[in-house]
């Protein structure tokens, strides 16, 4: 434990600022997955809905740039998928 008043308060903030990460980047993932899943114009909304978390996390030191870009995730192929879905109408 730290004895210098600084230090303890460097703590509470550390543990203050990873919880809203950690927040964040859960409902990042969620909003991934919803429009992984979705379909006409629910995919348009998730895809909206995901870009602007992913850009508040971005903004945020919430979520490092290479995570946000995801080697998992294809954003192209959502993208994609969006992009008809407004065609679609």
Same mark, same amino acid.
């Given at each position: 434990? $730290?004895?210098?008043?600084?230090?303890?308060?460097?703590? !509470?903030?550390?543990? +203050?600022?990873?919880?809203?990460?950690? +927040?964040? @980047? #859960?409902?990042? @993932? #969620?909003?991934?997955?919803?429009?992984? +899943?979705?379909?006409? %114009?629910?995919?348009?909304?998730?895809? %909206?809905?995901?870009?602007? /978390? /992913? %850009?508040?996390?971005?903004? =945020? $030191?919430?979520?490092? /740039?290479? =995570?946000?870009?995801? @080697?998992?995730? %294809?954003?192209? !192929?959502?993208?994609? /998928?969006?992009?008809?879905?407004?065609?679609?109408?």
């Amino acid at each position: 434990m $730290p004895r210098i008043k600084s230090a303890k308060k460097r703590m !509470r903030q550390a543990k +203050t600022h990873a919880t809203l990460n950690r +927040t964040q @980047r #859960s409902q990042l @993932r #969620s909003a991934i997955k919803k429009v992984r +899943t979705a379909a006409g %114009d629910q995919a348009q909304a998730a895809y %909206d809905t995901a870009v602007r /978390l /992913l %850009d508040r996390g971005l903004h =945020e $030191p919430a979520i490092v /740039l290479g =995570e946000a870009l995801g @080697r998992s995730f %294809d954003w192209r !192929r959502v993208g994609s /998928l969006a992009l008809k879905a407004s065609f679609s109408r």
